[in-house]
């Protein structure tokens, strides 16, 4: 186990009344966002002790499934939902700034490094590409296979695509725009089983795949290989995450288990035991500090509680 998470600890913040299925910090690491099966988000203020302030952003009408902060204005958010829209909150006033209506009921978004485009998918394997200066909905793409995450590498020229067939999909972003029916420029046959969560690390070079097949793929971006894989786990992996140095990355799904492994060569570094499913990881992008959310409860059989890993006693 790495010396590094020796004397850690966890702290729990309990705003949300029902699941959390979703949690991101902001580009400077002092804002977490969480996003429920309640319909609200919240954002946390932390400081240097864990101390917190808690902001309840309201709006949605159905689940919020996943969000994402703006990668270049650090009080912007996006969230995605199940009703059917996209909202754009400014967390300085608490207010959403717009709402994006889309096709179907959102389960995934992402930003381009740039800020300029987003990206939702739903549940029909539709994807939304939007234009934020004018809040524009560019192209909708209708897809003929279960489409899951999606990510563009740190360039903006690529968009990375996870599919029910084990595939990671590879475009040209311009032929996205451009063309109808774009075609992948590489098609990466990642897992034996479907593709669920893809993350690339903050210095460009390395990309993860979560899998069905229980495994995690770390690939080098540049020659598009696999490097490592890491094969702890034995229920498909739901969510990833790299930490800010690009050292390590922490892996959840329905084992009882969080599990952070060394990037360079797939060996564990540190467990964190849950109990219950996990949803959500997510790993500070200034420190090791990891924010994670599942199905489970606290101590008092409460529901919606979030746990950051990381603060020192």
Not at 65 to 89: F, G, H, M, N, Y
Not at 138 to 148: A, D, Q, S, Y
Not at 165 to 173: I, K, N, R
């Amino acid at each position: 186990m790495a010396a590094v998470f020796k004397g850690c600890t966890i702290r729990e913040y309990l705003g949300h009344k029902k699941k959390v299925h979703t949690v991101s910090w902001n580009s400077t690491g002092a804002k977490l966002a969480s996003g429920s099966v309640d319909q609200s988000v919240h954002v946390w203020a932390l400081d240097e002790t864990g101390r917190s302030v808690d902001t309840e952003l309201k709006g949605h009408q159905e689940s919020v499934d996943q969000l994402r902060w703006e990668p270049v204005q650090p009080d912007v958010l996006s969230t995605a939902s199940a009703d059917k829209t996209v909202r754009i909150w400014d967390t300085r006033m608490s207010k959403c700034a717009q709402a994006i209506e889309t096709r179907g009921e959102n389960i995934n978004i992402r930003w381009s490094p740039d800020g300029q485009h987003l990206a939702v998918g739903d549940k029909e394997d539709n994807i939304s590409l939007i234009e934020m200066r004018k809040c524009k909905v560019l192209k909708n793409m209708k897809f003929g296979f279960e489409v899951n995450e999606m990510a563009w590498e740190q360039t903006g020229k690529l968009f990375f695509l996870t599919t029910g067939a084990g595939t990671v999909e590879v475009f040209l972003y311009a032929d996205m725009l451009r063309q109808a029916e774009p075609s992948p420029v590489h098609t990466l046959h990642a897992h034996t089983a479907n593709c669920y969560c893809i993350e690339f690390s903050s210095d460009g070079e390395k990309f993860a795949v979560g899998g069905a097949d229980a495994l995690v793929s770390i690939w080098n971006v540049k020659e598009l290989v696999c490097e490592v894989t890491c094969s702890r786990l034995e229920w498909p992996v739901r969510t990833l995450s790299f930490s800010h140095d690009c050292n390590f990355i922490a892996s959840g799904s329905e084992d009882p288990l969080i599990d952070i492994a060394n990037v360079a060569t797939s060996e564990q570094a540190h467990v964190i035991p849950c109990s219950a499913a996990m949803n959500t990881v997510a790993w500070n992008p200034k420190r090791l500090l990891l924010a994670f959310a599942g199905d489970d409860k606290d101590k008092l059989g409460r529901e919606g509680v979030i746990r950051v890993f990381g603060y020192s006693s």
